[in-house]
């Protein structure tokens, strides 16, 4: 279940607190993806590269109403990770797309999937998309198994800069019942 919290755009799931990423959240998302299992999956990151991540995240939220979520820990505040919707081009189409990455720390304990079900109670009850998509490397095996977890079906993989990405889909009317 996703609650709306005070501060505007701000949601909060059982044990996480979700803020829309702004510029202001920069060095978060550095720590994040200075994380070594991190950099694993997304490589090395700059500070000016953050920032503009940061900003074109930021914009998201702006433009499309959609981007990813900063997700904190609601007992500790610590940084948990980032994750959500955001609108893409996946494999030559325009789509609504939800991602997850975590500290490491916070491997192994549901938060991704906690987070996935946020971004798709938004995209389904309040976006009123028609399906929502994900994507990952072909072997991340713990990314795929995020989106199977959250009833996501593998539809295909597919080229993106040069490299081979499973997509799985998820569509309205096969979205597993709240709970
Ligand atoms: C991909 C990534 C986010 C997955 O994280 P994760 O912790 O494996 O996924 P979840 O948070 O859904 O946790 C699932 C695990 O927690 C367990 N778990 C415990 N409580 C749970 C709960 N309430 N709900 C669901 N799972 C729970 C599950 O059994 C599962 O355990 P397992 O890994 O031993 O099978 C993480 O590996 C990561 O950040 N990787 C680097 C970045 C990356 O690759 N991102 C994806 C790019 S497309």
Redesign the pocket.
């Known amino acids: 279940m996703t609650a709306m919290s005070d501060s505007p755009g701000v949601r909060l799931t059982p044990r996480l607190r979700l803020e829309p990423v702004s510029e202001r959240h920069a060095d978060d998302l550095l720590s994040l993806y200075r994380d070594p299992?991190?950099a694993e999956?997304?490589g090395a990151w700059t500070r000016p590269q953050i920032e503009a991540e940061a900003a074109r995240m930021a914009r998201g939220w702006r433009d499309d109403g959609v981007h990813k979520w900063m997700a904190y820990h609601r007992a500790t505040g610590e940084l948990v990770?980032r994750g959500g919707l955001s609108r893409a081009t996946v494999d030559g189409r325009s789509r609504l797309e939800i991602?997850?990455?975590?500290h490491r720390r916070?491997?192994?304990?549901?938060?991704?999937?906690?987070i996935g079900r946020a971004g798709l109670a938004m995209a389904f009850d309040e976006l009123a998309a028609g399906e929502v998509v994900s994507?990952?490397e072909v072997h991340?095996g713990?990314?795929r198994?995020?989106m199977e977890?959250l009833g996501f079906r593998y539809e295909k993989d597919f080229t993106r800069d040069g490299e081979l990405f499973a997509l799985y889909v998820l569509a309205r009317d096969q979205r597993a019942p709240a709970g």
């Open positions: 299992a991190v999956w997304f990770g991602g997850w990455v975590l916070f491997w192994g304990e549901g938060y991704a999937t906690e994507f990952t991340n713990r990314s198994a995020v977890r």
